[in-house]
């Protein structure tokens, strides 16, 4: 089955430290998104990539890092200088589309989620 | 400015009753407006999703209603169920990004009481 596999579920980080986050699709999706989610605050976009090699910053970019260097993988990583790392972190993919919007052709599929915890 | 004012923030609603979610936004070139659902430790998954042409979409027990000229959209839930019992978003393109980069409007966590 297609779909957006994202590793560790679960992780624990000490301050000082960096971590990454795996991101794999097998959708053949162009665009791969990282997003945060706190309580209360909704779903925050970290970073994008539409293409290969080429990444955009998101509305919370600071204290992360990404790479694209395959179209099926987007890694995230966690950077010590994210001074409140500690949240839900989920990794989304869709197809690309520009000009008229095809409903439910640009429908953003989400993995299951990696949950960080600083100690 | 680019939001998505969402509520309430919670609600809690009888088996049976109707649950109703509220989305204001501001931007009026957003042309697609999904709504997710997210079952605790789990991602969201799109449940239904309006463009603003039309003024109602119905999908089994949920429907969105759409008002362009007071720019807002909601979620109704008939005949709610236990197992409806979820957070729920909506959203909206991001004005100029790439069609899958959305806002989200900060959540309505939903409690269906049997």
């Known amino acids: 089955d297609g779909g957006i596999t994202q590793s560790p579920k679960y992780l624990f980080r000490k301050e000082g430290q960096n971590v990454t986050l795996s991101c794999e699709q097998n959708?053949?999706?162009?665009?791969m998104y990282w997003y945060r989610q706190d309580p209360g605050q909704g779903l925050r976009l970290i970073y994008y990539?539409?293409?290969?090699?080429?990444?955009q910053k998101g509305d919370i970019a600071e204290g992360y890092s990404v790479s694209r260097e395959k179209k099926e993988s987007f890694p995230l990583t966690v950077t010590s200088a994210q001074k409140n790392p500690t949240a839900f972190y989920l990794c989304?993919?869709?197809?690309?589309?520009?000009?008229?919007?095809?409903?439910?052709?640009?429908?953003?599929?989400f993995g299951a989620g990696s949950r960080l915890t600083v100690l | 400015q680019q939001q998505v004012k969402q509520s309430p923030q919670s609600l809690i609603v009888q088996k049976g009753g109707i649950s109703i979610i509220n989305c204001a936004y501001e931007?009026?070139?957003?042309?697609?407006f999904p709504w997710y659902q997210q079952f605790p430790g789990k991602g969201p998954a799109l449940l239904i999703a309006?463009?603003?042409?039309?003024s109602e979409k119905k999908e089994g027990r949920f429907t969105i209603s759409f008002n362009k000229s007071a720019k807002q959209f909601s979620l109704h839930i008939m005949d709610s169920q236990p197992g409806d019992s979820a957070t729920y978003f909506c959203?909206?393109?991001?004005?100029?990004?790439?069609?899958?980069?959305?806002?989200f409007g900060k959540g309505t966590k939903l409690s269906v009481k049997p």
């Open positions: 989304a993919s869709s197809i690309e589309r520009t000009g008229t919007v095809l409903s439910g052709a640009n429908v953003l599929t």
């Open positions: 959708l053949n999706h162009d665009a």
């Open positions: 990539s539409q293409i290969v090699n080429d990444f």
């Open positions: 931007n009026t070139a957003f042309d697609y």
């Open positions: 309006i463009r603003p042409d039309v």
């Open positions: 959203a909206a393109p991001r004005d100029g990004g790439s069609q899958g980069n959305l806002i």
